[in-house]
């Protein structure tokens, strides 16, 4: 294996760090909050750690393809080209299915500061929960895949 080829792992390996571990704690962190103001900071604090979730991810894949081009072998395999999909899939399903609620959830906690959290904030939660769990699962899949090379 030659140097760049083991640096690029030890960015993915950084880039999996980064992009992951605020995905992980994301529901906990609002699922703890026990009113609107404590709701307005905790989304503050999760708008920043997913942007710095952003560079991790871009890290994770830009070196997963230079990986790819520096091995050609590893474009005919099954599991990377797997875990490229998947990786395109968790991105699209982000934007689609995550972003957009926790926008409206910022959104709702701004306009009830200093109040009770209300009914319509914590039916988006029960939802973002659900798709925390596609995500988590989604993420579970390729990490397999990495580790075990199945096929
Ligand atoms: C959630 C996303 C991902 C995670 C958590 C992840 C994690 C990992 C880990 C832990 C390893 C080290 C495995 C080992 O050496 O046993 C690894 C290796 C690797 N990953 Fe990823 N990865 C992810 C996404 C991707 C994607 C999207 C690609 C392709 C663009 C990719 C390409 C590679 C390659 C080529 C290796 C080196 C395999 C080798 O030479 O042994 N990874 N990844």
Not at 45 to 52: D, Q, S, T
Not at 124 to 147: D, Q, W
Request: glycine share 6%; charged share 15%.
């Amino acid at each position: 294996m030659s140097h760049l080829y083991t640096f690029m792992v030890g960015i993915h390996i950084l880039g999996a760090i980064v992009g992951i571990g605020p995905t992980l704690f994301v529901y906990r962190m609002l699922k703890a909050c026990e009113n609107s103001d404590e709701l307005v900071v905790t989304h503050k604090m999760i708008a920043k750690l997913n942007a710095l979730s952003s560079i991790g991810f871009g890290l994770l894949f830009i070196s997963g393809l230079v990986m790819g081009f520096l091995n050609r072998a590893l474009f005919q395999s099954a599991w990377y080209l797997l875990a490229i999909a998947l990786m395109v899939i968790l991105a699209v399903y982000s934007s689609i299915f995550i972003e957009p609620k926790m926008k409206s959830m910022l959104k709702i906690s701004m306009e009830n500061k200093g109040k009770h959290i209300p009914v319509e904030y914590t039916e988006l939660l029960r939802k973002i929960s659900v798709s925390n769990i596609v995500e988590k699962s989604l993420i579970v899949m390729i990490l397999v895949l990495m580790v075990f090379k199945p096929f």
